[in-house]
């Protein structure tokens, strides 16, 4: 596969505005602005800014506006079908020339238990009766595998530039394929161990996924999930020691959605962000109505793990299932098992304009959401940082004025 030298190779896109292109000055400028062109480098961007792939949520038109704003787009293509990841993937090429991520998971395949499914289906019955449903109907299966050989197939095809996975790596013979369809490979790490195991094993790049961050967790060396989920690290703790731990760039994620909190990563020792949350109420997202209005609300700052949506911990804004049915249940059903008992009450509940039981995927920064679409974030959420680099390197305060506190030592 060609290698692009740079994105500005490929110059202005038919939808790019006068107002919106950068010039190749500005662009240069850019380049040499951020203080580790690494990752930035590796993947052949402009700004080292990921969109998360965020999976029902994201959709091939937001990857598509963050890719002409320089970042990297990324679409989740866990819960398809490997012809409809293959539409998707296909789809987003179409809207951009520039480098995409394809998102796949590599979790445990479900193993029915009915003595565990017939216990979740009796702690949901008092739900169930309230909501006028009949518990003794079966629920319809909710499932899907992770990455496999037809899913290879779809990456050798379409070739996007990136495949990240989560949960881990898939096996040897899979990851040796798609590196040889000449993808760069990135994969998330909750913890030092995870991070050195995705170094060992061919990741070109490493998600620090700190407790902060919205959606499931990363985690897949722990053999018990409960105490593991207990002492996760924040993204503060967690970045500089996968840093220390890694030769490969690393990616901050988690509670990050504004300049303030990218130029940490990077002090952190980061050589790029991903970012999520932060894209949520982007007009490109596709955020159901209720789902926006809860982002918008008081009550985005009060996010909490819990397992009870799908059977793996993930975060999510507080709402009824979170609190009273979790947060984290024992003896679950495997992931993603419990989605589909689950996802009768939800649609019930949204009927009636609530979202009490509704997985509201979010991170801890989801109060500082910009409403705005998708292109114009990404390029503000850059220019912001690199005026804050710039203030860093000429010791000047927020306020304008000298301040000892910001150059970096």
């Known amino acids: 596969m060609p290698v692009r030298t740079s994105p500005a190779d490929d110059g202005p896109q038919p939808d790019e505005g006068p107002s919106i292109a950068a010039s190749n000055h500005q662009r240069?400028?850019?380049?040499?602005?951020?203080?580790?062109?690494?990752?930035?480098?590796?993947?052949?961007?402009?700004?080292p800014l990921v969109l998360a792939p965020m999976a029902g949520l994201g959709t091939v038109e937001l990857a598509a506006a963050v890719c002409q704003a320089g970042g990297l787009g990324s679409i989740g293509c866990a819960a398809m079908r490997p012809?409809?990841?293959?539409?998707?993937?296909?789809?987003?090429?179409?809207?951009?020339?520039?480098p995409i991520n394809a998102?796949?998971?590599?979790?445990?395949?479900?193993?029915?238990?009915?003595?565990?499914?017939?216990?979740?289906?009796?702690?949901?019955?008092?739900?169930?009766?309230?909501?006028?449903?009949?518990?003794?109907?079966?629920?319809?299966?909710?499932?899907?595998?992770?990455?496999?050989?037809?899913m290879c197939r779809v990456v050798e095809a379409v070739r996007p530039e990136i495949v990240s996975f989560h949960f881990g790596l898939p096996e040897p013979s899979l990851l040796t394929r798609v590196k040889a369809a000449g993808c760069r490979v990135?994969?998330?790490?909750?913890?030092?161990?995870?991070?050195?195991?995705?170094?060992?094993?061919?990741?070109?790049?490493?998600?620090?996924?700190?407790?902060?961050?919205?959606?499931?967790?990363?985690?897949?060396?722990?053999?018990?999930?409960?105490?593991?989920?207990?002492?996760?690290?924040?993204?503060?703790?967690?970045?500089?020691q996968i840093v220390d731990a890694v030769d490969v760039p690393v990616i901050a994620a988690g509670g990050i959605a504004d300049a303030r909190a990218i130029s940490a990563a990077f002090a952190l020792g980061a050589s790029g962000v991903q970012m999520g949350t932060?894209?949520?109420?982007?007009?490109?997202?596709?955020?159901?109505?209720?789902?926006?209005?809860?982002?918008?609300?008081?009550?985005?700052?009060?996010?909490?793990?819990?397992?009870?949506?799908?059977?793996?911990?993930?975060?999510?804004?507080?709402?009824?299932?979170?609190?009273?049915?979790?947060?984290?249940?024992?003896?679950?059903?495997d992931f993603p098992l419990p989605m589909a008992a689950l996802a009768l009450l939800r649609a019930k509940a949204e009927e009636r304009g609530s979202i009490d039981f509704t997985?509201?995927?979010?991170?801890?920064?989801?109060?500082?959401?910009?409403?705005?679409?998708?292109?114009i974030l990404t390029r503000a959420l850059a220019d912001e940082t690199l005026k804050r680099f710039r203030q860093f390197a000429e010791g000047v305060g927020r306020d304008g004025l000298p301040a000892d506190n910001c150059r970096p030592a």
């Open 28 to 47: 240069h400028h850019a380049r040499a602005a951020w203080p580790d062109r690494r990752l930035a480098d590796l993947l052949q961007i402009e700004h």
């Open 83 to 98: 012809e409809f990841a293959t539409q998707a993937i296909e789809r987003l090429r179409s809207l951009t020339k520039l």
């Open 103 to 150: 998102n796949f998971f590599c979790h445990v395949p479900a193993r029915l238990d009915p003595q565990r499914e017939q216990a979740w289906l009796e702690r949901l019955e008092p739900y169930y009766r309230e909501f006028g449903l009949d518990p003794s109907l079966p629920a319809p299966r909710t499932d899907f595998p992770p990455f496999d050989d037809d």
């Open 186 to 240: 990135m994969s998330s790490a909750t913890g030092v161990e995870e991070a050195g195991w995705l170094e060992e094993r061919g990741a070109d790049a490493i998600i620090a996924q700190g407790a902060e961050a919205g959606g499931h967790r990363g985690m897949f060396l722990a053999a018990d999930m409960d105490a593991e989920t207990a002492r996760q690290s924040g993204t503060l703790a967690l970045v500089p």
């Open 278 to 333: 932060a894209y949520l109420l982007c007009p490109e997202a596709a955020t159901p109505p209720l789902y926006r209005q809860a982002l918008r609300g008081p009550d985005a700052a009060v996010t909490v793990l819990t397992s009870v949506f799908t059977g793996w911990p993930a975060r999510v804004l507080a709402n009824r299932a979170a609190s009273e049915v979790g947060p984290i249940l024992d003896a679950m059903p």
């Open 359 to 375: 997985p509201l995927w979010a991170g801890q920064a989801a109060a500082l959401c910009r409403e705005m679409p998708a292109e």
